[in-house]
């Protein structure tokens, strides 16, 4: 009887160290995994940060860029769409234009949408029968004063600070051709608009100062050569 009981208490004894190497082997192999992937992971991450400052994964406007198949960085808009702050519905307030008329430059600003060319005896209203003749919104004492302002900063180097065409640029010399006279008869008869176009598009010598002056300003300068020339006005009869 002992002898079998001796061999039963082995017998359990050696089951149960079975058990506890299988244990803990189970339990390294665990460790041993979840270190693996920790480090895996951490080198993963490591790796990724590794970037100089000088190499930005980034598109840079006009540059060649091999990611695209047209091999330029800058994307174009999606056709039919139009970036934000970029809609021109309001054809008077961003052309200086009349609805139903087309955007002329250059050359055909002096043709209306007949086709007709009107003649040089004509007034300067007729001369530019597309141009809105009247302000896209109401002149106040703000308005005038921001003209004013601006006048003086993009205007009077060339127009003078009266608008008489004799600003400090003509002064110097740049007087072939001079600066247009704002007090003239045919610009007191041109339309506001043909004053809008010449400062988008410019004309003769004067370059356009579309990137300079907002489309909001361009409009109050125009508000302060119209007081400009009432300035300059002489009284008629019985004033």
Not at 98 to 113: L, M, P
Request: glycine fraction near 8%.
């Amino acid at each position: 009887m002992f002898v079998m009981w001796s061999c039963k208490k082995e017998k359990i004894k050696s089951k149960k160290e079975k058990v506890r190497t299988l244990r803990a082997l189970s339990k390294s192999m665990h460790a041993c995994l979840l270190v693996h992937f920790c480090l895996f992971t951490f080198a993963f991450f490591l790796s990724a940060c590794r970037r100089d400052m000088q190499d930005q994964p980034k598109a840079i406007a006009y540059r060649e860029s091999t990611f695209f198949k047209d091999g330029v960085s800058s994307r174009p808009p999606v056709e039919g769409t139009v970036p934000r702050g970029y809609l021109r519905a309001d054809r008077e307030f961003y052309f200086g234009k009349k609805s139903g008329y087309r955007t002329g430059s250059g050359s055909d600003r002096v043709i209306d949408s007949t086709g007709q060319q009107p003649g040089i005896n004509q007034n300067s209203r007729a001369m530019f029968p597309d141009d809105v003749e009247t302000f896209p919104f109401p002149i106040t004492k703000e308005v005038l004063d921001r003209g004013q302002e601006r006048y003086q900063i993009f205007c009077s180097s060339c127009h003078g600070l009266t608008g008489y065409g004799d600003g400090m640029v003509a002064r110097r010399g740049f007087n072939k051709p001079a600066p247009a006279s704002f007090h003239q008869d045919k610009l007191r008869q041109a339309p506001v608009g043909h004053f809008f176009d010449v400062v988008t598009n410019g004309w003769g010598a004067m370059p356009s100062h579309a990137s300079q002056i907002p489309v909001e300003d361009r409009w109050k300068i125009i508000a302060y050569i119209r007081a400009l020339q009432l300035s300059q006005t002489p009284p008629g009869p019985g004033r």
